[in-house]
């Protein structure tokens, strides 16, 4: 029988206004019978990880603290910040969404993976070893490194939901902001594929460029000031009556929607007081942007604002469905879903104030990426 494991887990803990990360020694007993245990060699650090490992911190005050093996890094909270932490106070929580490693211990039915190398999704990446369930875990294609399959399922998964969605729903076309990101670059990939017209939205040339250089044909810059009319042609020119926002705050959903509703009633024979009947949709599944969202309402009543989260998703939309999914992200994970990073980082380097503000910046083109071996 295999031995007890000893491994590091990066852990957060909000108490007394403050929040502490620290690397706990976590023991895991040998795996069931559709067990693995996988030796993490990459995590990623998502937007939707930072909510999590960071989120209410004021990032102005930082510290760092414990010792070199163990170092901690706590940040004060702001007092209106603490009521919605209340639900999470004195609770040690593990972080990571997602990774990729090798498995290094098997249960009797799923001995096949050991040597394996893996992707896995289901939380408390951010460690020296996981023991997760196998049917969480994807194996990579010959030659993939862990580094190539550490990011094969939020950003990939998400970025497949946000097509799905549009065919399950008739849109025709969609919008996305954002669009930069290497989930937009995926989108993209997808997007061309399989014939999607796809109006981008970003807020710099330098972006914009990114996205011209893997072919994206709608382009729009937030920063110039005929932003509105050049979005209102290209939602004209596709059709696009959906969007998908990962900024959250501010107007811009507001202005997605303005520029629906004029290029509907470019083409419409008849006024209506109620505006167009034509439905228009956002679903926000980013927040970049933790300010007020403002609507004003004067695209009609046809229209709807709502969230979006992957994991809802893939439970409504059943195991045939998911199977689907996760069999192309294995199949063009080093075309399609390619993640590219900025940076390499230790557990401990997580724990560096310099670092973590660094990290925290949410910076289009930088992605970090955590090995726990390091």
């Not at 949709?281 to 009609?300: A, K, P």
């Not at 940076?343 to 560096?352: E, K």
């Amino acid at each position: 029988m295999a031995d007890t494991l000893t491994s590091l887990e990066l852990r957060t803990r909000i108490s007394a206004g403050e929040l502490t990360l620290s690397l706990e020694p976590v023991e895991i007993s040998p795996p069931g019978p559709d067990e693995v245990i996988v030796r993490v060699e990459a995590a990623p650090i998502n937007p939707s990880d930072l909510g999590l490992l960071l989120g209410p911190a004021d990032m102005s005050t930082l510290r760092a603290g414990g010792t070199a093996d163990r170092p901690t890094l706590t940040a004060s909270i702001p007092e209106a910040r603490m009521p919605a932490m209340r639900p999470r106070l004195d609770q040690s929580l593990a972080v990571g969404n997602e990774g990729a490693g090798t498995v290094i211990q098997a249960g009797t039915n799923v001995q096949h993976l050991i040597g394996r190398k893996v992707g896995m999704i289901g939380g408390a990446m951010y460690a020296q070893y996981r023991k997760i369930h196998a049917q969480s875990c994807i194996p990579l294609p010959e030659g993939a490194s862990a580094a190539d399959g550490a990011s094969m399922f939020v950003n990939p998964l998400t970025s497949l939901a946000m097509v799905e969605t549009l065919r399950s729903e008739g849109h025709k076309a969609l919008v996305h902001t954002a669009a930069a990101s290497n989930l937009g670059q995926m989108l993209n990939r997808i997007c061309i594929a399989d014939g999607v017209p796809l109006v981008n939205i970003v807020r710099s040339d330098a972006q914009a460029q990114i996205l011209r250089e893997i072919g994206a044909k709608y382009i729009i810059d937030s920063s110039t000031p005929d932003f509105r009319e050049k979005l209102t042609d290209a939602i004209a020119e596709t059709g696009a009556t959906l969007a998908f926002d990962a900024i959250g705050g501010g107007r811009l959903v507001n202005t997605i929607l303005h520029a629906m509703e004029a290029a509907i009633n470019r083409t419409a024979t008849e006024y209506s007081r109620y505006g167009s009947a034509t439905w228009k949709q956002v679903y926000v599944y980013g927040m970049l942007d933790t300010g007020i969202m403002e609507l004003d309402r004067g695209y009609g009543l046809a229209w709807g604002v709502s969230g979006f989260l992957l994991t809802p998703f893939l439970m409504k939309a059943g195991m045939e469905t998911n199977m689907r999914l996760r069999a192309r992200v294995a199949a063009e994970l080093k075309t399609t879903f390619a993640s590219h990073y900025s940076r390499t980082i230790s557990l401990a380097d997580v724990l560096d104030p310099a670092i973590a503000a660094e990290y925290n910046k949410k910076a289009t083109g930088e992605k970090f990426l955590i090995d726990p071996t390091l």
